[in-house]
């Protein structure tokens, strides 16, 4: 796949399944700090013509979806949850080295990660959370710059990156589009896919705050909504950040 080039509004790995433990608007224009003014300056480290979006948010914030609303405008989507599932599957070197630091209790009984026992262990301990991010994150972005060397010279990539602000990868992207929803939305999301409200704020407190996302923020989404209103703020996303970008 990775020698292959990649189509606009695709997901690049699109057939590997998402990775929960790896959670890992258009505003009014009286209220600027929800979009925020953006001045493009081309970096030559990319294409002239291509432009890298770090697309991050908290776990329950909507941020898949943006990523399924970009595609849908052609954008190219490089989604890290899914390479994180993809690089500790059954026979690969990091699932290999998951084992090696968290032992066979982590292994389901086909052969695949447990991800639930190894959730159960690293969400109770920063230190075993560390070393977890310590094999998985590398693997990710080895495999996330294979994908993006596929794109077209042209292309919108977009990287789909939760633990963009915990990994210090705010400054490899021509711009950074940060998605925040309320609280207590989140939280009702997150209940409806099947956490425990305990869970659901556990997961959120592990992961950067508001405003630590805010601070790297070129544009911040506002997710509270209705998918519709959501919909229009990527419209004048795309508008008026995006093809200016490309010009």
Same mark, same amino acid.
Not at 97 to 110: N, Q, R, S, T, Y
Not at 218 to 233: A, M
């Given at each position: 796949?990775?020698?292959?080039?990649?189509?606009?509004?695709?997901?690049?790995?699109?057939?590997?399944?998402?990775?929960?433990?790896?959670?890992?608007?258009?505003?009014?224009?009286?209220?600027?700090?929800?979009?925020?003014?953006?001045?493009?300056?081309?970096?030559?480290?990319?294409?002239?013509?291509?432009?890298?979006?770090?697309?991050?948010?908290?776990?329950?914030?909507?941020?898949?979806?943006?990523?399924?609303?970009?595609?849908?405008?052609?954008?190219?989507?490089?989604?890290?949850?899914?390479?994180?599932? $993809?690089?500790?599957?059954? *026979?690969?070197?990091? %699932?290999?080295? #998951?084992? =090696? &630091?968290?032992? @066979?209790?982590? /292994? +389901?009984?086909?052969?695949?990660?447990?991800?639930?026992?190894?959730?159960?262990?690293?969400?109770?301990?920063?230190?075993?959370?560390?070393?977890?991010?310590?094999?998985?994150?590398?693997?990710?972005?080895?495999?996330?710059?294979?994908?993006?060397?596929?794109?077209?010279?042209?292309?919108?990539?977009?990287?789909?990156?939760?633990?963009?602000? $915990?990994?210090?990868?705010? *400054?490899?992207?021509? %711009?950074?589009? #940060?998605? =925040? &929803?309320?609280? @207590?939305?989140? /939280? +009702?999301?997150?209940?409806?896919?099947?956490?425990?409200?305990?869970?659901?704020?556990?997961?959120?407190?592990?992961?950067?705050?508001?405003?630590?996302?805010?601070?790297?923020?070129?544009?911040?989404?506002?997710?509270?909504?209705?998918?519709?209103?959501?919909?229009?703020?990527?419209?004048?996303?795309?508008?008026?950040?995006?093809?200016?970008?490309?010009?």
């Amino acid at each position: 796949m990775v020698g292959l080039p990649l189509s606009a509004g695709k997901f690049a790995v699109a057939e590997v399944m998402s990775c929960d433990w790896c959670d890992w608007s258009d505003a009014p224009e009286d209220a600027p700090p929800c979009y925020l003014s953006v001045t493009f300056e081309p970096s030559g480290r990319y294409s002239a013509h291509m432009v890298r979006i770090g697309l991050t948010g908290g776990i329950g914030s909507g941020k898949s979806t943006v990523a399924g609303l970009l595609a849908a405008r052609g954008a190219v989507v490089i989604d890290a949850d899914r390479i994180a599932r $993809e690089v500790v599957e059954p *026979g690969t070197p990091g %699932l290999a080295a #998951v084992i =090696e &630091a968290f032992g @066979d209790g982590v /292994l +389901a009984a086909d052969g695949a990660l447990d991800r639930p026992a190894l959730a159960g262990i690293v969400f109770a301990d920063p230190e075993a959370r560390a070393r977890l991010d310590g094999i998985v994150h590398p693997l990710v972005r080895e495999r996330a710059v294979e994908l993006a060397a596929a794109a077209a010279a042209d292309a919108v990539l977009v990287n789909d990156v939760p633990l963009l602000v $915990e990994t210090g990868q705010a *400054g490899s992207y021509d %711009l950074v589009l #940060v998605v =925040e &929803a309320d609280l @207590d939305v989140r /939280l +009702a999301r997150l209940v409806e896919r099947g956490m425990t409200e305990d869970d659901a704020r556990a997961r959120i407190a592990a992961q950067a705050t508001d405003e630590q996302r805010r601070a790297v923020a070129d544009v911040v989404l506002d997710n509270s909504g209705t998918l519709e209103r959501l919909e229009e703020q990527v419209d004048r996303f795309w508008t008026e950040r995006v093809e200016p970008a490309r010009s």
